[in-house]
């Protein structure tokens, strides 16, 4: 991951000086890969110092399962939205009784 993005950000920054017709979607672009750039390069030295995985505010351990679907995660307050999303229940219906259904006249 840390050399897709450093790849990507030179790539970017070559085309930045040839081209500058879209100067803020260019901008907004090489910001978000900087910071997940430093996002990959701060778990790697968490990583190396052995304290990978482990939220910084409260220095509980991360689950893994949640690591891997965010590996750069800083704090266990980070699947905050995740796990809203996931809580987040649809509404029960009754499919035995006709009436629940939509028609095309419902529209």
Same mark, same amino acid.
């Given at each position: 991951m840390r #050399?897709? !993005?450093r790849t990507r !950000? &030179?790539?970017h920054s070559l085309f930045e000086m040839t081209c500058d017709d879209h100067q803020g979607k260019d901008t907004t672009l090489m910001h978000h890969i900087k910071e #997940? !750039? =430093?996002d990959v390069e701060r778990a790697l030295m968490k990583f190396d110092k052995g304290i990978y995985g482990y939220c910084e #505010?409260?220095?509980e351990e991360i689950p893994f399962e949640k690591l891997r679907i965010l590996p750069t995660a800083r704090t266990k307050y980070d699947f905050y &939205? =995740? #796990?809203l999303f996931e809580r987040k229940s !649809?509404? =029960?219906y009754d499919y035995t009784h006709e009436e629940t259904y939509i028609t095309g006249s419902d529209f």
């Amino acid at each position: 991951m840390r #050399e897709e !993005l450093r790849t990507r !950000l &030179f790539d970017h920054s070559l085309f930045e000086m040839t081209c500058d017709d879209h100067q803020g979607k260019d901008t907004t672009l090489m910001h978000h890969i900087k910071e #997940e !750039l =430093q996002d990959v390069e701060r778990a790697l030295m968490k990583f190396d110092k052995g304290i990978y995985g482990y939220c910084e #505010e409260t220095g509980e351990e991360i689950p893994f399962e949640k690591l891997r679907i965010l590996p750069t995660a800083r704090t266990k307050y980070d699947f905050y &939205f =995740q #796990e809203l999303f996931e809580r987040k229940s !649809l509404p =029960q219906y009754d499919y035995t009784h006709e009436e629940t259904y939509i028609t095309g006249s419902d529209f």
